[in-house]
């Protein structure tokens, strides 16, 4: 069994700054690309950023400049630095990796972390 598991979620005022992080653990033979996607109430899942294996990276165009994306392939984990946070950012943030077992190489998803951005 392979588990996504978020942390680093919060309040935080306009302008303020998280991490979030997200471990894969579990009978894991490689990771391929990581990323983070966000939900917002009423809307759709939209990506925000991936990292490829090799430390490629990808944004949204929203996220540009402000979010930073980055991996520590010993510990099979994912980070986003978020800065710079507008109320617009507000969303439950879901970790995503393409993951190969033994038997398979297949998408999981964390089950999100709440980020509120308010004053």
């Known amino acids: 069994q392979v588990q996504l598991v978020e942390s680093g979620g919060g309040l935080v005022q306009p302008g303020g700054s998280l991490k979030l992080s997200c471990a894969a653990s579990g009978n894991i033979f490689s990771v391929n690309d990581m990323g983070w996607y966000r939900q917002a109430p009423g809307k759709q899942r939209e990506l925000v950023a991936t990292?490829?294996?090799?430390?490629?990276?990808n944004y949204a165009g929203s996220v540009k400049g402000r979010f930073t994306i980055s991996r520590d392939n010993a510990k099979n984990t994912v980070y986003l630095q978020m800065s710079s946070l507008r109320p617009e950012d507000t969303a439950v943030y879901y970790c995503?990796?393409?993951?190969?077992?033994?038997?398979?190489?297949?998408?999981?998803w964390g089950e999100g972390t709440p980020v509120t951005v308010s004053s």
């Open positions: 990292i490829a294996a090799v430390g490629r990276t």
């Open positions: 995503y990796a393409y993951i190969y077992t033994p038997e398979q190489g297949m998408a999981y």
